[in-house]
């Protein structure tokens, strides 16, 4: 296993401005999630794909937060016009199988917004 | 809704010496499973280990152990003989069982475990 990659580490972008994170499971891996981590905290839970199915989101996901996973393989994670408190570190994991396997988490992307 | 606390914010010990991070968590669920992670200074979240609610034996693995009560809602965590590369944040996590068989992870805030030589 290659583990779980994810691209870019690092994004700066301006206010307003759209951002799009992908996500590389461990292959085999059906289930897909993404946290958000701000300093200081724990991750927290954005949302859940098995296979190519988003079977959950969280109330911290406005409408501004859209993902996909199309093939039910790699993930996007698109933020529509960032704001400031979109900072965060965001976190994609992946697990294999039903039920409350372990995640494996991937390094996350740094989103600055400026 | 679930909870998970972690008291301890920054803990320093010298290398060598055992120390103990507490996690208390609160679920209504009757089935749930536990998680210990660590974050080290580069962001990875490292899985450590996973416990059902039904299963409240000890476990050691090399010198980490876990203790879970629970009666007391809570599972802690020792390192024993500490070392430098233990240096990291560590998180508690409590699982909820999602549609379709997923789960999703909350988390304590974490303790920030400093080991100095």
């Known amino acids: 296993d290659t583990g779980v990659s994810q691209n870019p580490r690092h994004k700066i972008t301006k206010r307003g401005q759209n951002v799009t994170f992908r996500c590389d499971p461990i292959?085999?891996?059906?289930?897909l999630y993404w946290y958000r981590q701000t300093l200081g905290q724990g991750p927290e839970f954005l949302t859940y794909?098995?296979?190519?199915?988003?079977?959950?989101k969280s109330r911290l996901l406005s409408d501004r937060f859209s993902a996909e996973r199309p093939k039910g393989s790699f993930s996007t994670l698109e933020i529509q016009r960032t704001e400031q408190g979109d900072s965060a570190m965001y976190l994609c994991?992946?697990?294999?199988?039903?039920?409350?396997?372990?995640?494996?988490f991937g390094p996350g992307t740094r989103l600055t917004v400026t | 809704a679930q909870k998970v606390t972690q008291a301890q914010t920054e803990i320093s010990v010298v290398e060598k010496e055992d120390v103990t991070l507490d996690c208390v968590y609160e679920?209504?669920?009757?089935?749930?499973?536990l998680f210990w992670y660590k974050q080290p200074p580069s962001g990875e979240l490292v899985f450590l280990i996973r416990?059902?609610?039904?299963?409240?034996q000890n476990e050691i693995s090399g010198r980490y152990s876990w203790n879970f009560q629970k009666s007391t809602s809570s599972f802690n965590f020792t390192i024993t003989a500490s070392q430098v590369v233990d240096s990291a944040v560590y998180f508690c996590?409590?699982?909820?069982?999602?549609?379709?068989?997923?789960?999703?992870?909350?988390f304590g805030t974490g303790t920030q475990l400093k080991v100095e030589l």
């Open positions: 994991a992946s697990s294999l199988g039903q039920g409350a396997y372990e995640q494996y």
């Open positions: 292959s085999e891996h059906n289930r």
């Open positions: 416990r059902n609610s039904f299963d409240e």
């Open positions: 996590a409590l699982s909820e069982i999602l549609t379709g068989g997923g789960n999703k992870l909350t």
């Open positions: 794909f098995q296979n190519e199915a988003q079977l959950e």
């Open positions: 679920t209504r669920d009757t089935t749930y499973y």
